[in-house]
Every structure is written in C-alpha cells, then in structure tokens.
C-alpha cells in the first residue's frame, strides 16, 4: 500500500506546517474513558487523535523477586492487535511492540509511581503482581505516549481486589474490590520527532514515517518540582545536543498539560 | 548505614568523577567472520562479528536502494553471576534495536544496494554499560569487516551515585545507581544516535550527565581509532622477516 | 611505514625511483571519517561540504589529483571490465546463473558464451557449461540495480578445468598480480603451475605443486601491506622449490611459460 509521501510531510515542515494544521508543539486532542471493563481491576480507553489504545490492570498474587522480597512486581506487555494497522502481523510479538511495552514500563517504574511496598503480603513469599495489558486497537502514531497516559490513568483508577489465606496459600476474590492501588505520582510519557531541524510534539504515523529521529522523555511531578524519570531515542539518525535540550524543556512543559487529563479522570 | 560507595573526592575504585574504566579494542580477532572486534569496558567485555553486505534472506526483507542493517546483542548464559536464560528476551531484541539505530547513520548502506550487513554481539562478561560495550565492538568490527563507513560511533554511559553526577557507573556503583544513561555519539556529525535513561534527575541534572557522557565519548573515539590503525600497523612489524 | 608503490608504474631511472619514494610517504594508513584534504575525491571516500574522508580503513593516496583509497578488507563489488572467476550455479532459459564471490551473482547470456547459433530445442546447455563448471569471464556490464552480466567474448575467458580454488580478500587482488603482473608470474614460473587470478577475489591454481604456489599465494595476501615482497617471496619460494624438485628445473620453466599465455589475469 502507497503511504503518504515522506518528502511532502518535510516540505510542509519546513514551511513550518503539519498536516493535520497542527502547531509543531500541539498535541492531538486526548480523550480518556475509564473503568469499563469489567473483569479488569482497572482499564482505560484512550484517543489521542486517530490512535486508540485499550489498557487493562490485572491483578495476582505471586512470588516476589529475591532482590526485592516485600515489593510488589509490575509486568508490562504490549500487544499490536492485528485490526489496528494493515502492517501488524499476527505471531510472536516483534521489535515495536516489545520498544513499547519496555519503554512504557520504564516510564512506570522509573517513577516510582506505585508504591511497590504496600503490594506486599508476606515477605519473600506472597505479593501483589500487577499485570498492564496494551493493546493497539488503531495506530495513527504515537502508540508510546496514548499507552503509557491509559496505562496510568487504568492504574490511578484500578480497585485492588481482597484475598484469603488458606493454609499456607493466598487466593484473590475477584468478586470483593475495596482499596485503590497505591500511587504516588502520575508519570507521563511524551514524544517529539526531529524532521530537518524541526522538532514536532505528538507525532502522528505519517510523520513517524518521515522523522529522522524520535525521543521519548517521561516526567514525574513530585509536588515540588517536575522531574524527567526516563528516556528513549528511536529513529535511525541523530539528535543534536542542543535539540535534546530542546525536547527535554518541552517535555516539562507537555507533561505538565497531559497531567492535568489524566488528574481529573483519577478524581 | 552502610558504607557509601561513592564518597567525596573519589569512587570506590578509585576513578574520577569523569573516568571510564580502563579500556580495551581489538580489531580482527576471529577468523570466519567478515570482520570483528573485542571492547572492554572493566570487566564488561563484548565481542562482535560482522557477516555482509551479503544476500538477503528472506528475500522480501531486501530493499532496492540500499542495504539493510541487521543487529543482534546476545548475552551468554555465564556472563552474569546469577546464570541468565539463553536465547533472546525482550530486553536483548530492545537493544538490538536500538544498537541497531545507533550505527545506522555512519553507514554508507547506499554503497551496496539488496544486501544485507549481519552484526552479531556477543556479551560474555557483564558488570554495567553492556549496550555501549557493544554497539563499541560492533564499530569496530564493521570497520575491520570493510563495510563503507562515514565514521565511528562511539558509545558511553554516565549516570548519578549519591547524588554524585559520574562517567561509567561500574561494579558496586551500579548496586546504588539512581540513574543511568546511555549514549552514542557519531563525532564528525555531532549527533546522538542512541539516548536511554533510567531513573529520577532534575532536568539541568538529564543535561549536565548526557554532558558527561558525550566528554566520555569523545576519549573513547580516540582509542578506537587508535585501535583500528593500531592492526595494521602490529602486523607490519611482524611481517618484517 | 612500508607501503607498497602503484602497481601500474614502471620502475626505472632513479629519478622515477625518487618520485615513487616520494609517493610512497603519501600513502596512508586511513580508517573510516580521517580527512584526506579537500581536493576531488576518487573511490573509497565521500565529500562533506567540500572535504574529502575515508570510507574504509585502506591506503590514501593522491591518483591524477583525486583522493582514493584502498581498502584493506571488505567484500568484493563488481565493476565492468573485471575479469572474474565463477561457479555456473543455475540455468534458466538462455542463461547462466553465476556465483562471482559478492552479494550479487551474475548472469551468462548465451550469446555472449557461445559462438554461433545454438538450436536450444535440441541442444542443452550443460553441454557448454553444467552445474558446478569454474569459469573465468569478464563483467561486460553492472547496472544501478547490481545486475551483473558476464561475456566469454575476451580470449582468455575459458572453463578451468581440475586444479583448485583459493578466496583471498578482493581488495589485495592488485597485490597477488604484483606490478605489471611480477607477481603472479614469478610464483607460476617458479612453481611450474598454471595460476589465474580473478579480480573477485578467487583464484586458480593448477600443476603438480599446486599446494607450493596456494600456499605462497596466502603468504602474499597476508604480507600484502609490505614493502620488498616481490624479492622476498622470490627468495623463500626458490628454496622451497629447490627443496622439492631438485633434478626437474629445466622443464619446469618451459611449461611454465606456455601457461603464460593461457593464464588471464588482469591489472588494476
């Protein structure tokens, strides 16, 4: 299938255009559902343009790792549903799906947004394991941001479910969900593409097709100051570093933005 | 409390602030690959083979105007103290990638049209900045393998002890690490081609370490070149009969 | 350090000798980005805003004005007018299909094989050429998509028939062939066999010391970068060969130089 033009997406960049008469640091327009599936403990619809993503929080009890024995354990898995892009494949998941679920996770993680020691339930042997699920319904660019922004809001909005002790094993009550799971702060993952020398925020597919670069930046507001707690460079050419700089103060600045969607659907 | 491992003035083991660890490349080591190379970062220790510009198989991979570039970062089941699973996980297909994206832009991949360039890296010792001792072995290797080039890509980490901004975060450094970022850098374009980061910083601390990391760089450079010219020259004096 | 001169230069006068001394110092070990200067730029480099650097790690030098270098490894790429040796891996309709030792395998038309009119109806062409045949043919023409075409046309263009088969590394060709072709001649004289060097990176070896003269054929690509080699491999391989066939000499020469004249190697 013919995809639009690279060079046509340049040209109009460099007359400082986007195709969709977007400002080079506007993002698409965000709108959140959450908590609609029922058999989730959390889960979040979310568009961001074109793109649509479907997250889902399942929650187990399982055994922690040896190095963090009173810690819960987060796993983050990204699926690019065959429907969501004539270009997606089914079979074993491949290097995009596996960048994003990584990058997503390190967002997450890095951020220290969960508060992994009240997942515990007996040290070194019974933790809360949680399970977020991506799945890419429809891909029009940008797949990083959209799941990491339904990521946390299904997070901030999941219901933890209770659990009975049997002799010397734990069983989760899925029918009996109380307590939010424990957050700390909301990380926000937010993207910019370089094509020439423009850096363009929220990236849509024809123009992820057309960059030279791309660079991922999470951020954190710790209710002091806003801080970065992860960073992905994609693309097969170079950054400069004053554009990395660049991107690293619009990174602060958008996320301070696509905080505030995600805030009022935890509240 | 325990003991810090970074105190004021020096690191546990005794570097600088601004120090990598000792550094080690060998260029042309194995015999059946095209080209290949050994980088050594400490006891990190890498190995790359390069196969190509070769055919493309499967063949609807090929691309009519240029070759492709095709990574592959391995880790051995023994280079880590708790033994590591073989075969590829998606933290090995993640670097791939993004090694992969890191030495693209110096390859002058329209020079050989429907070919495919195979690298291969092999991480048989493991003690922090795996990715970078790779994507180093890599470069060499693919410069000993005679695939066309328009320069080296150099890479390095730098990160935060104890609030303490360093080049190379090594050994029991890593145990305390608040956050490390990887970086490459391709010297005559003065561009980045590889950006990773884990961990919480302000973000005049993101730029002050990607600083850091590319000053690292720009030594490194030096010793691959000097590595690279380094085989040539060693195996002249001992065709001197 | 010892670099080798410019294989297409007669040495002669003194004089010449000192422009080639000077020459010699210009030719440099490179490694890929290292800037060459800012004049016209030949093969094995590239021109960013008006400099030229190296592609390759190789040997610079200055070639009616251009920068070029040469590699020191690297797979072989076809260039038209090359002879080359090849292995006959496929027919299809009126063409050879041919394994040139390079990502791109070339093609045999009929026409440019064999002369005259062949009825394709009553003929196969495993009579010709069959699966597996070595031939040594030149590159009539490589196009922008890499599809190499080969022609027998060339007189010395033939099947090789027994003998054996050595890879060396494409760009130390030149090397082997020595200047005005010294090289190869030397060892074939010396060694009595038959030798045909394919600018692809194969060469062929044929005559009852075919293990002496593969052997030195390696000793000169591994020593390719060095200076003196001529004399130094004349030296070794004369020893060695005296060793082997101490009564047969006389008759050694006359065959070697009826192979002469069969023998197709090429120049850079």
Request: overall charge negative; proline content about 4%; glycine content about 8%.
């Amino acid at each position: 299938m013919i995809e639009m033009d690279d060079l046509l997406i340049r040209k109009l960049v460099k007359r400082g255009k986007r195709l969709d008469g977007r400002n080079f640091d506007a993002y698409r327009e965000v709108s959140i559902e959450t908590n609609f599936i029922n058999s989730a403990e959390g889960s979040a619809r979310l568009r961001l343009g074109n793109t649509e993503v479907v997250v889902g929080v399942k929650m187990g009890i399982g055994t922690p790792y040896p190095d963090t024995p009173d810690e819960g354990v987060l796993v983050v898995n990204a699926e690019l549903v065959p429907l969501a892009s004539p270009e997606f494949e089914k079979g074993p998941p491949g290097e995009e799906s596996i960048e994003l679920a990584r990058v997503v996770d390190r967002a997450i993680r890095e951020s220290k947004c969960i508060a992994f020691d009240k997942l515990c339930i007996e040290p070194g042997k019974a933790v809360w394991m949680v399970n977020v699920d991506i799945d890419v319904l429809d891909d029009d660019g940008n797949l990083i941001d959209a799941s990491c922004m339904a990521a946390v809001a299904a997070l901030a909005t999941a219901k933890m479910p209770e659990y009975e002790k049997n002799d010397d094993s734990y069983k989760v009550n899925f029918d009996k969900k109380s307590e939010s799971l424990p957050m700390k702060c909301l990380p926000i993952s937010t993207t910019f593409v370089r094509i020439g020398d423009a850096i363009l925020a929220d990236p849509a597919l024809d123009e992820l097709n057309a960059m030279d670069a791309r660079l991922t930046i999470g951020t954190l507001d710790d209710g002091k100051e806003i801080k970065l707690c992860s960073m992905q460079k994609g693309g097969s050419n170079g950054l400069a570093v004053g554009q990395v700089e660049q991107i690293i103060d619009l990174a602060i600045e958008k996320g301070k933005e696509l905080r505030k969607i995600v805030k009022a659907e935890k509240e | 409390m325990k003991e810090s491992k970074v105190k004021d003035e020096k690191r546990v083991d005794g570097r600088d602030f601004d120090e990598t660890r000792p550094i080690e490349a060998k260029a042309g080591i194995l015999h059946r690959a095209q080209g290949s190379a050994m980088f050594k970062f400490g006891s990190t220790m890498a190995i790359a083979g390069v196969f190509g510009p070769r055919k493309v198989f499967p063949k609807h991979k090929e691309k009519a105007e240029r070759a492709i570039l095709r990574t592959d970062y391995r880790m051995a089941p023994f280079s880590t103290k708790e033994r590591s699973r073989p075969g590829p996980s998606r933290r090995s297909t993640e670097i791939s990638f993004v090694t992969r994206n890191a030495i693209l832009p110096v390859i002058v991949t329209e020079d050989f049209p429907k070919t495919s360039i195979d690298v291969v890296v092999e991480v048989l010792q493991a003690d922090a900045s795996t990715r970078c001792c790779g994507i180093n072995a890599a470069v060499l290797a693919l410069a000993d393998a005679g695939v066309p080039m328009r320069d080296l890509v150099v890479s390095c980490s730098a990160g935060k002890v104890n609030g303490k901004i360093i080049l190379d975060i090594a050994g029991e450094e890593d145990t305390e690490g608040e956050v490390d970022m990887p970086v490459a850098w391709y010297p005559k374009r003065k561009e980045i081609t590889l950006l990773q980061m884990d961990g919480i910083v302000t973000p005049g601390e993101a730029k002050e370490i990607l600083h850091l990391a590319l000053k690292g760089c720009e030594r490194i450079y030096k010793d691959m070149q000097e590595s690279l010219r380094s085989k040539y020259t060693i195996e002249e004096s001992k065709g001197d009969v | 350090m010892h670099v080798f001169l410019r294989e297409n230069v007669r040495l002669i006068s003194m004089e010449e000798n000192q422009e080639l001394e000077q020459a010699k110092k210009e030719r440099r070990l490179v490694i890929p980005g290292d800037h060459l200067g800012d004049e016209q730029a030949g093969h094995g480099t590239y021109v960013v805003e008006g400099k030229v650097y190296s592609k390759y790690i190789g040997l610079a030098e200055v070639r009616n004005g251009k920068h070029i270098v040469i590699p020191l490894a690297g797979v072989y790429s076809p260039k038209r007018g090359d002879g080359v040796i090849g292995k006959i891996t496929d027919i299809i309709f009126q063409k050879w299909i041919v394994d040139i030792n390079s990502p791109y395998e070339a093609v045999l038309p009929l026409s440019d094989a064999v002369e005259g009119f062949v009825d394709l109806t009553k003929e196969d062409l495993t009579r010709y050429f069959d699966y597996g045949d070595i031939i040594f043919a030149e590159i009539s023409n490589v196009n922008r998509q890499k599809q190499v075409q080969l022609s027998m046309r060339s007189p010395k263009c033939r099947k090789l028939w027994g003998g054996r088969l050595i890879k060396v590394t494409p760009a130390k060709v030149p090397r082997i062939i020595g200047r005005q072709g010294s090289m190869v001649e030397m060892i074939k004289k010396l060694t009595g066999t038959q030798i045909v060097v394919g600018q692809n990176g194969i060469v062929w070896v044929r005559g009852d010391n075919e293990d002496l003269a593969a052997e030195t054929v390696l000793t000169v690509e591994r020593l390719s970068h060095k200076g003196g080699l001529t004399d130094y491999i004349k030296e070794t391989l004369e020893k060695k060969v005296a060793e082997l066939k101490p009564v047969k000499d006389e008759e050694k020469v006359e065959e070697a130089e009826e192979n002469l004249e069969e023998s197709g190697e090429e120049e850079l």
